[in-house]
């Protein structure tokens, strides 16, 4: 096997995003977050601020509690009036997430990656999460806010991550089915995340190569 690719889902204030990056800089793996969004812009032509703006919509909206048809791999196109609907801004950032699937070994951040890339051989859903109380130091340590983060602000910032997955996939994003490893990040730390991501990875895939392993 000559590339992996790591979904990683995470609770606000869990450590996922740094948790990732650290993953990727050991494995020597390129990791993809907010870059999505841009990458997307590009390559529909629609700007990069509406994919963001739809974000911010989909908050406020009482429908977005309401799961739509789930994602099937297509996008539409230019001509249709729901070309810059928020079910086809989702499409296309699933298009360039499955694109670099495709074509290398990477780690995704959020955006429903483990459903879009859900079925491929080569895929680890990583899921991590912590209780409240050590997200809210997590988040006040890292300046999320200026070190004003609440632990209203994160229990609204993961109700909206399940709504959003549930939104575009139908699916419960806390449910465990959905990931492969799901990892405690207050009992074992970033780095012992870290570590277990990668004995997870020699155990599944012993046949991939990487120096870092």
């Known amino acids: 096997m000559d590339k992996i690719v790591i979904t990683i889902a995470r609770y606000y204030g869990s450590g996922g995003k740094t948790i990732g990056e650290m993953l990727g800089e050991e494995l020597g793996i390129p990791f993809y977050n907010k870059e999505i969004l841009r990458m997307a812009s590009d390559d529909s032509g629609i700007s990069e601020s509406l994919f963001a703006q739809a974000d911010e919509k989909l908050k406020k ?3 977005f509690r309401i799961a739509r048809k789930a994602y099937d791999g297509t996008v539409i196109p230019p001509e249709s009036k729901d070309f810059l609907s928020n079910q086809n801004l989702f499409n296309y950032q699933a298009k360039i997430i499955r694109a670099l ?18 079925g491929r051989k080569n895929l680890i859903r990583v899921f991590i999460y912590a209780d409240p109380d050590y997200c809210l130091e997590q988040a006040k340590k890292r300046g999320a806010f200026g070190g004003k983060t609440t632990m209203k602000y994160i229990e609204e910032t993961n109700r909206y991550r399940a709504d959003y997955y549930r939104y575009y996939t139908g699916h419960d994003w806390n449910d465990c089915r959905n990931y492969d490893l799901c990892l405690n990040s207050a009992a074992i730390g970033f780095e012992g995340c870290v570590k277990a991501i990668k004995e997870y990875i020699k155990v599944r895939f012993p046949e ?3 120096d870092a392993l």
């Not at 699937?101 to 859900?118: K, M």
């Open 61 to 63: 909206s009482t429908l």
């Open 101 to 118: 699937a495709d074509e290398q070994s990477c780690i995704i951040i959020g955006r429903c990656g483990d459903y879009v890339l859900s």
């Open 208 to 210: 991939y190569k990487n």
